[in-house]
């Protein structure tokens, strides 16, 4: 099963694509989509919905798990990682991608084990977890790639075996 792991902002939102198997995850690529703060929003928006649709065509996920906004962080960056965020929903679901939106405790459970792993924590277990030579970066990619070990592992036994038959 391919899953679409996505870390929405304005200015960055990045994407991670893995592989699973049962338990065995493979790393597939990943990266960030930037926006220039001299563009205005709807341009932004736009350009992340533009190259989201390119990731998708090019890699063919068939499930999608998104980080969701966590008001408790920052909330000057709500509205607008919000807004990302929309653009991300309308998008996969334009594209019938089931999209599964998880808080970032949730995330950090289920590649830590515990919902208060801090960043440099959660690269180094994607990194032992997907088999990278190097912890993934940037931050918002490696965030994606946790999103999308998040969603897989929250499938139902059911759907892992569906998605596995082939």
């Not at 990682?81 to 991608?97: H, I, N, R, S, Y």
């Not at 801090?118 to 997907?130: F, G, N, T």
């Not at 970066?137 to 759907?159: F, G, I, K, T």
């Amino acid at each position: 099963m391919r899953v679409l792991g996505i870390d929405p902002g304005l200015a960055n939102t990045g994407w991670g694509i893995i592989d699973a198997r049962g338990s065995r995850l493979r790393h597939v690529s990943h990266g960030s989509i930037t926006t220039s703060a001299r563009e205005l929003n709807g341009r932004r928006l736009l350009t992340i919905r533009r190259e989201l649709i390119d990731i998708i065509r090019k890699y063919k996920p068939e499930i999608v798990g998104i980080e969701s906004i966590y008001f408790a962080k920052n909330q000057t960056s709500a509205i607008p990682v919000a807004q990302a965020m929309g653009v991300v929903l309308v998008t996969c679901e334009e594209l019938d991608l089931r999209v599964e939106a998880f808080s970032p405790p949730m995330i950090k459970q289920a590649v830590a084990g515990v919902g208060r792993a801090d960043k440099e924590q959660m690269q180094e277990l994607l990194r032992l977890i997907l088999g990278l030579k190097d912890p993934p970066r940037p931050d918002h990619a490696a965030d994606a790639l946790a999103a999308a070990v998040c969603r897989y592992n929250y499938l139902s036994p059911e759907q892992t075996a569906e998605g596995n038959e082939d």
